[in-house]
Structures are given as C-alpha cells and as structure tokens.
C-alpha cells in the first residue's frame, strides 16, 4: 500500500494553475519535491492537505480517501515548513500542550521528551528566541512525538545557513533510517542530492518528471563549449543552452550524447534544473 496516492489534482487561481498532478510515495522513501520558487509546490502540498480546496482531484493517504478521514489522516501525518508561524511570544511549554491536546492517545511523551534532548530543545524558550533552524527542529520534534508515519516537509531549509541544513539533512537521513517516511519541498537541490530516493519535477504547475532520482540525474549529461563551437554545431539536441561571459552550456540527453561531436559529463541535480528551466522559458 502507498503511503500517499494523489489523482488528477488540480487548482486554478487567476494567475496560475496546479495542473492534473498525479504520484505516489512509497513507504520508507525520502522523496524531492523540487521546483523553483514559483512553480506550485506549496499549493499542490496545501491542496493535498486540504488548506486549500482543490478544484478536482483525489487524494488517498494510506488507502483512504482524505476528504473523507481528515482527522484520522491528520493524526498519522507531520506537516513543517520553512518559517512556520508559531505563537512568537508563547514559550514552547504552552505550544507543546496545546498539540498534546489535539492528539490525545497518539502524544507519546516520552518521544517528545527525547526529541527536546536530541536537538537541544528547552521548552522554557519561545518561538521567537528561536533559530529558524531550531524552529524547523521543533516542529519535526512535535510530529514525531505524535507518531507521523509520514512527514510532510515544505521547503524546511529555506532560509537557514550551510551548516544548519546539512545539520537538518542528517537528522532527515536518520529519522528515513528508522523507518520514516519523507516527502521534501526544496528549491535547494543540493539539500536532496546525498538523501533523496525519488524526485518529483514541478516546472509552471505542472509535474515535468516523477523518476528515481539516480535514474532522473543518469537521463542527461552536461556540455560546455565556445561561442566559437557553437556556430558550428548541431544545437537541436541541446536543452536549455545558456551563453555566458566565458562559453556556452547545455544538457543532452544521455542517449544523444555519444554522437555529439563535443565531451559530457555526468549533471548533477542542480545543472538538470537550470538548464531545464531555461529551456521553459524558451
């Protein structure tokens, strides 16, 4: 059974559309959800959740239909986000009972107390005393301590430092190694590049590729060559080509490459994104 099965899931709003969005997530799984700003991550995250209303669709989280179990979906599942919106003033302590409260026989205290100690919490402290990293760490602290079998992650790292997110990468490695289930928001390829099992592609609202992340990265190679090379290729097998000071780049097609007159090289996450945005834009 999967985890979270979405069909058709659409939204409209007057300047943009979340188009016919359709995947699954496996149990066990870490997967990418990766887009630039802009492309509808966080709506299609909201509409699955129910914050906003889709205008067609059908969302299943462990078999059942969400319109229909809510709450009991609700209590099986972690939401955080980057710079989620705490009571600034309230300390922790209060915050904590006022989500105990909410889940009633699923708060496992003796979980939450382990996750104060685990990333340094004092409950002594309010949001606003808080880190933006710390804050991320405090809300993952409340969804596991009510036993989310699947944690739902919308660009948590957005904002934070270099040493604070691969602090937060590794907490999302172990936390997938003993058993969690991760479905993660990022512009930040970087952040999925060591962790990630699966990516899912968001270009203008619409899903552009749902694919094994290895499997995604292994379907190009990148190319760099001259302004001067470049009057003499073949460019309709380029994607996404880019002229700058120093040269030109592109990416090809893993299966293109080897009759291409020019060397390639393996893309990383990062240059398969910018180059297929560039090629959106054409």
């Given at each position: 059974m999967d985890m979270l099965d979405v069909k058709g899931l659409s939204k409209a709003y007057p300047s943009f559309c979340l188009k016919d969005i359709t995947f699954s997530l496996r149990a066990g799984k870490i997967t990418g959800f990766i887009g630039r700003n802009g492309a509808g991550k966080t709506t299609a995250l909201k509409a699955l959740l129910g914050m906003v209303h889709p205008d067609a669709g059908q969302v299943r989280f462990f078999g059942l239909d969400f319109a229909a179990h809510q709450q009991e979906i609700k209590r099986?599942?972690?939401?955080?986000?980057?710079?989620?919106?705490?009571?600034?003033?309230?300390?922790?302590a209060a915050i904590t009972a006022a989500t105990r409260a909410f889940y009633r026989s699923h708060w496992d205290d003796g979980a939450y107390q382990r996750y104060l100690r685990r990333f340094h919490l004092s409950e002594d402290k309010t949001p606003a005393q808080l880190s933006e990293g710390m804050k991320v760490k405090y809300a993952l602290t409340l969804a596991l301590s009510h036993r989310a079998e699947l944690l739902i992650l919308d660009e948590p790292t957005s904002g934070i430092d270099p040493v604070s997110r691969e602090e937060l990468k590794d907490i999302f490695l172990a936390l997938n190694r003993e058993g969690a289930t991760i479905l993660f928001s990022t512009h930040i390829t970087s952040d999925l590049e060591d962790c990630a099992d699966r990516v899912l592609y968001l270009r203008d609202g619409a899903l552009l590729a749902d694919a094994p992340l290895r499997d995604f990265e292994g379907g190009y190679r990148a190319v760099s060559f001259t302004a001067e090379q470049l009057r003499r290729l073949d460019t309709s097998r380029l994607i996404g080509l880019r002229q700058g000071k120093e040269g030109c780049a592109a990416l090809l097609k893993t299966e293109d490459a080897a009759a291409f007159p020019l060397p390639s090289v393996p893309a990383s996450l990062e240059t398969i994104m910018i180059h297929l945005e560039k090629e959106g834009e054409a």
């Open positions: 099986r599942i972690g939401y955080v986000a980057g710079g989620f919106g705490f009571y600034p003033s309230k300390r922790l």
